[in-house]
């Protein structure tokens, strides 16, 4: 994005506070709809000719076609030219990203070379990964239909800036406390765990409890984890029963899951 007005575009458009922000500083928004539910994931960078934009979890072309839908003259703004970034983070467990040390490079450049010794992780490496932490990037956690505390996102969204996208609805979720589902891992070493597939059932005494939403396989070990939407009166249990073959896996709150704000 080209233009002296970006910044306050982007603060207008994205759950975060960007107007102030520095050049070169990392900003991690989440693009809402009107009704406060995610679309996509953002990562911003302030530019001194305007904002780069990196869409980490999303379609690419509806950001681009909703920015584009909403610029006027007055805002000084105007959409580049789409291209690919590689981007290069650190995967450590338990721990959330630096931001100060994540690389954006252009597609044909060398890594820094603090990062030569480091290897590229391969996608399953990758799925492995986000799957152990509880990182909400796959489509199966970002169906366009979840707010960003569901998915654990709260250090995403500013709840003292003015007026955005989704805004009104994302405040009175935080106002009133609580939501009705959110994201945790799950895991299990049970006989049949490598039946289990995205958009099993969760249940707990018989009633509903959740929907699986990723899962890893390890057909060697007969080890399976993954994420699941949990209902937030199923959130105190331990284990969880999944699938139609009612296998029990255990459930915990993923080391990148941020809390939404509580009640009061």
Same mark, same amino acid.
């Given at each position: 994005?080209?233009?002296?007005?970006?910044?306050?575009?982007?603060?207008? %458009?994205?759950?975060?506070?960007?107007?102030?922000?520095?050049?070169?500083?990392?900003?991690? +928004?989440?693009?809402?709809?009107?009704?406060?539910?995610?679309?996509?994931? /953002?990562?911003? #960078?302030?530019?001194?000719?305007? +904002?780069?934009? /990196? $869409?980490?979890?999303?379609?690419?072309?509806?950001?681009?076609?909703?920015?584009?839908?909403?610029?006027?003259?007055?805002? %000084? $703004? #105007?959409?580049?030219?789409?291209?690919?970034? #590689?981007?290069?983070?650190?995967?450590?467990?338990?721990?959330?990203?630096?931001?100060?040390?994540?690389?954006?490079?252009?597609?044909?450049?060398?890594?820094?070379?603090?990062?030569?010794?480091?290897?590229?992780?391969?996608?399953?490496?990758?799925?492995?990964?986000?799957?152990?932490?509880?990182?909400?990037?796959?489509? %199966?956690?970002?169906?366009?239909?979840?707010?960003? @505390?569901? =998915?654990?996102?709260? #250090?995403? $969204?500013?709840?003292?800036?003015?007026?955005?996208?989704?805004?009104?609805?994302?405040?009175? =979720?935080?106002?009133?406390?609580?939501?009705?589902?959110? =994201?945790?891992?799950?895991?299990?070493?049970?006989?049949?765990?490598?039946?289990?597939?995205?958009?099993? %059932?969760?249940? /707990?005494?018989?009633?509903?409890?959740?929907?699986?939403?990723?899962?890893?396989?390890?057909?060697?070990?007969?080890?399976? @984890?993954?994420?699941?939407?949990?209902?937030?009166?199923? /959130?105190? +249990?331990?284990?969880?029963?999944?699938?139609?073959?009612?296998?029990?896996?255990?459930?915990?709150?993923?080391?990148?899951?941020?809390?939404?704000?509580?009640?009061?």
């Amino acid at each position: 994005m080209h233009g002296s007005g970006c910044s306050s575009f982007l603060h207008g %458009q994205t759950s975060a506070r960007v107007d102030g922000c520095s050049d070169g500083d990392l900003i991690q +928004a989440c693009w809402l709809n009107a009704t406060g539910r995610v679309q996509a994931l /953002l990562e911003i #960078r302030l530019t001194t000719d305007g +904002a780069d934009v /990196l $869409v980490l979890s999303g379609e690419i072309d509806r950001v681009a076609s909703g920015f584009d839908r909403v610029i006027f003259p007055a805002d %000084q $703004v #105007r959409l580049g030219e789409q291209g690919q970034q #590689r981007r290069m983070q650190r995967l450590q467990a338990g721990k959330a990203p630096e931001l100060n040390q994540v690389v954006w490079l252009d597609a044909n450049a060398d890594p820094p070379p603090s990062w030569t010794d480091r290897s590229p992780c391969n996608p399953a490496e990758l799925e492995c990964w986000r799957n152990k932490q509880g990182w909400p990037l796959g489509h %199966q956690e970002l169906t366009g239909d979840t707010n960003p @505390f569901e =998915l654990g996102l709260s #250090r995403w $969204v500013d709840l003292n800036k003015g007026c955005y996208l989704g805004q009104e609805t994302v405040a009175k =979720l935080a106002s009133r406390g609580g939501v009705k589902q959110e =994201l945790r891992c799950w895991q299990s070493t049970a006989e049949g765990c490598l039946d289990l597939e995205s958009g099993d %059932q969760l249940s /707990l005494n018989d009633s509903r409890a959740g929907l699986i939403t990723s899962v890893c396989k390890d057909s060697a070990t007969g080890h399976c @984890f993954g994420l699941a939407f949990v209902r937030r009166q199923a /959130l105190d +249990a331990e284990t969880l029963l999944a699938g139609t073959s009612g296998v029990e896996v255990s459930i915990s709150r993923p080391s990148a899951f941020c809390e939404p704000p509580s009640r009061g």
